[in-house]
């Protein structure tokens, strides 16, 4: 564990940017077009990423982080 | 017996008659002569032990089951004397591809045979009653096995030297007593319920509609799968060519169905012509609807009762690694047994079968489960996933590994099996000890058949002495393949490995010494 960056890796004048990116891409969008969309952005992001480890530990962030807010 | 009348017979072999009475005794008694019972039968017959193998319909059933044999499966069958029968009645396939909608090109395309040059090809469609008929025939042949068809196990009762078995016929009862009982009858295995055990696992809630047809039709020798086709709209579809211009449709038909209409030829004949076209000509051969399930016991051997086939474990049939899981069974259990029949191993080595039949069948669940959850999606992100991986695909080369119409059968290995002797060298590639060996031509044969059913050393240029009864062969032999054999095995001069009677390696070295092989050897066989 803790290969994946947890700590900032873009830089601050670009996070507002993709922010926007990626709320803006689902405009006009069904839910389940939406769902649909996001697989395929992680999809394409995970591939970009390339190492197994590093995925396992995105989604394991991403859960815990689910947990806390129920 | 009673048949079932529900059961198509195949083949009728008629009920053995009932052994004269008196506490009849054998070595090894197998329940049930499916494919798993029959070469169980073989490999234990061809090794000269005495085999008494018994089944409850005095028949070979017909109807459709699995069709599609494994590489793995057909270096079986060579081992046990069958390979070249069993090949040139089926046919041979590498290449399987995968269409989404109504899009004409694939969107993933996949080749079973990734490494050339080896005797037998990816993958074999041969239907399963034509590799019992051989089987049977073959197990015919030797003296050493009893086949008894119409002859019902109702009774197991193990101590702890062995079993007793109540026997039943359409006339008579009887009793035999065995050393070890092989538990090959199938996916409701009345011996395990006899025993008390659980089987274990889940449920998929989907129907399949299999059509086995006949028509001359020129499609390749491809396994063909269809996300969304028009002609089963949301669905998926298969299409598997087997001998004889008969032909496999398979249609994912969804949960809430009505079964028994859904096989009526009124309905599968509009679906099969949706497929194939409006004016094809075919005959119905069988149609069937199956669901599914994944499942296994917790353990395969308890005492003198050793589990094998569908008794011990079930999946899905995406990725036929239901009746090729039964065969990596017998492969594995085969030799051990036999070891220990002859006092060679402790009857505590059977413990590896356990521990590695294991290892093959939860590959196969794990791997089944998943092929399912991508074909039959279980939630609207899931089905999400899943068709963004088919959008990606016809773009993106990377999204295609992704495809999962069925990862398909090919062997399994042990890589933290305790008989296996880890690597003290440095190896880049290779086949690594708890892997099977890769086929490779040497000197005008094919190495597998070389090797055999027994230990031997695969050395190159290392000279020995090897233990006792295990013969070197050495790569020099191969000529012309020789670079080819050093790449497959990553081997240098001088280096060699230690090959199990499984075809699976258990030991390699860069610079063997007599010691350090026959101390693998000890290991390979629970001895140390
Ligand atoms: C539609 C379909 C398609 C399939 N396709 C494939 C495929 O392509 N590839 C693949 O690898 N697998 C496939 N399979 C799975 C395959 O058919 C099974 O894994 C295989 O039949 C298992 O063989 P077995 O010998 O363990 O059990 P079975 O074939 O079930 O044989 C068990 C035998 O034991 C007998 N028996 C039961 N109880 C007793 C008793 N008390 N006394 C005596 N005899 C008894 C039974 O009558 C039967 O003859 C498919 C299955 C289905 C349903």
């Keep these: 564990m803790n290969k994946l960056p947890v700590t900032p890796n873009l830089s601050p004048s670009s996070v507002d940017d993709v922010y926007h990116w990626l709320v803006n891409a689902h405009e006009g969008l069904s839910d389940a077009e939406s769902m649909r969309f996001n697989a395929r952005l992680i999809l394409l992001l995970v591939n970009a990423i390339g190492d197994p480890q590093l995925i396992r530990e995105a989604i394991h962030y991403a859960a815990r982080t689910r947990k806390s807010e129920t | 017996m009673g048949r079932p009348s529900d059961i198509p017979v195949w083949r009728h072999i008629g009920e053995a008659p009932c052994p004269p009475s008196g506490q009849e005794r054998v070595t090894i008694a197998i329940v049930g002569a499916g494919p798993v019972g029959l070469a169980m039968a073989l490999e234990f017959g061809r090794r000269g032990h005495q085999v008494l193998l018994l089944n409850r319909p005095d028949f070979i059933s017909a109807g459709s089951k699995a069709i599609c044999f494994s590489k793995r499966s057909l270096d079986i069958f060579d081992r046990l004397g069958v390979g070249d029968a069993i090949v040139e009645k089926g046919v041979s396939w590498n290449v399987g591809k995968v269409f989404w909608g109504d899009r004409p090109d694939p969107v993933y395309q996949f080749d079973m045979l990734p490494v050339k040059e080896q005797k037998r090809p990816g993958f074999l469609n041969i239907p399963q009653y ?278 398909l059968s090919t062997a399994i290995s042990y890589p933290d099996s305790g008989i296996n002797t880890p690597d003290m060298d440095r190896w880049v590639g290779g086949v690594a000890p708890g892997s099977p060996v890769i086929d490779v031509p040497i000197g005008n044969r094919w190495l597998l058949d070389r090797l055999g059913n027994r230990f031997v050393v695969l050395a190159d240029g290392w000279q020995g ?64």
């Design chain 2, 130 to 407: 034509h590799v019992e008929d051989i089987l049977f025939d073959a197990a015919s042949t030797l003296s050493s096995i009893d086949m008894r068809f119409g002859h019902e196990v109702t009774n197991v009762l193990p101590d702890d030297d062995g079993v007793d078995l109540e026997v039943r016929t359409s006339l008579n009862s009887y009793k035999v007593r065995a050393d070890w009982v092989i538990a090959c009858d199938g996916s409701r295995s009345p011996i395990r319920s006899m025993l008390g055990l659980e089987f274990e696992g889940r449920i998929f809630e989907d129907n399949f509609l299999i059509a086995d047809i006949r028509m001359k039709g020129d499609h390749p020798s491809e396994r063909w799968f269809w996300f969304d086709p028009p002609f089963n709209p949301g669905q998926s579809a298969l299409m598997h060519k087997q001998p004889d211009d008969i032909w496999r449709l398979d249609f994912q038909l969804g949960w809430n169905i009505d079964r028994k209409a859904a096989v009526a030829p009124e309905n599968v004949e509009p679906l099969v012509r949706a497929m194939l076209g409006p004016d094809v000509e075919f005959s119905r051969e069988w149609y069937s609807i199956y669901t599914f399930q994944c499942r296994r016991i917790e353990r395969f051997l308890h005492g003198h009762v050793i589990f094998a086939g569908d008794s011990a474990h079930l999946v899905s049939p995406f990725g036929a690694r239901g009746c090729n899981g039964g065969f990596a069974d017998i492969d594995n259990l085969g030799w051990k047994l036999d070891l220990i029949l002859r006092g060679e191993a402790p009857a505590s080595f059977l413990e590896t079968y356990d521990e590695e039949a294991i290892v093959t069948a939860d590959e196969n669940i794990r791997n089944s489960t998943r092929s399912t959850d991508f074909i039959t999606p279980k939630s609207e992100t899931s089905r999400a996933f899943r068709d963004a991986v088919l959008e990606l695909a016809q773009d993106f080369p990377f999204a295609r590994p992704f495809v999962n119409s069925g990862r």
């Design chain 2, 465 to 528: 002495p090897a233990p006792d009864g295990v013969e070197i062969i050495d790569v020099g032999i191969a000529a012309e393949t020789l670079q080819l054999i050093r790449r497959r095995f990553d081997f240098s001069p001088g280096a060699a490995c230690l090959i199990r009677p499984d075809q699976y390696v258990a030991a390699r070295w860069r610079t063997p010494t007599p010691a350090l092989v026959s101390d693998a050897l000890r290991r390979a066989r629970g001895l140390a």
